[in-house]
């Protein structure tokens, strides 16, 4: 059973930073896809981004260019470090293990979240 622990999130001014963590157990995480959700009020899930176990990675294009997804191996743990933040992006945000990467999909269970709450 894969378990997913995320952290990190909280209130940030527009502009400003946010690194969020996910500890992942119950699999072998060195050789998983890896991929960051969030989900707004009123909204569906949506794709952030993604790192391969090669450590290739893709972004959604609402956050490409002002986010970084990384993997530390040896802490089976991914991060999501989140720069010049919008109120757009308000959400909670969810990783998860990748099933398939064309299309983007991932296991049915998810961890809590960690909301991130974008506002002066």
């Known amino acids: 059973q894969v378990q997913l622990v995320e952290s990190g999130g909280g209130l940030v001014q527009p502009g400003g930073s946010l690194r969020l963590s996910c500890a992942v157990s119950g699999t072998t995480f060195i050789r998983k896809n890896l991929g960051w959700y969030r989900q707004a009020p009123g909204n569906q899930r949506e794709f952030v981004a993604y790192?391969?176990?090669?450590?290739?990675?893709k972004y959604a294009d609402s956050v490409q260019g002002r986010f970084a997804i990384s993997r530390d191996n040896t802490k089976n743990t991914v991060y999501l470090q989140m720069n010049s933040l919008k109120a757009k992006d308000t959400a909670v945000y969810y990783c998860?293990?990748?099933?398939?990467?064309?299309?983007?999909?991932?296991?049915?269970?998810w961890g809590q979240g960690t909301q991130v709450i974008v506002s002066s």
């Open positions: 998860n293990v990748l099933l398939s990467l064309f299309p983007i999909t991932s296991l049915d269970s």
């Open positions: 790192i391969t176990s090669g450590r290739g990675t």
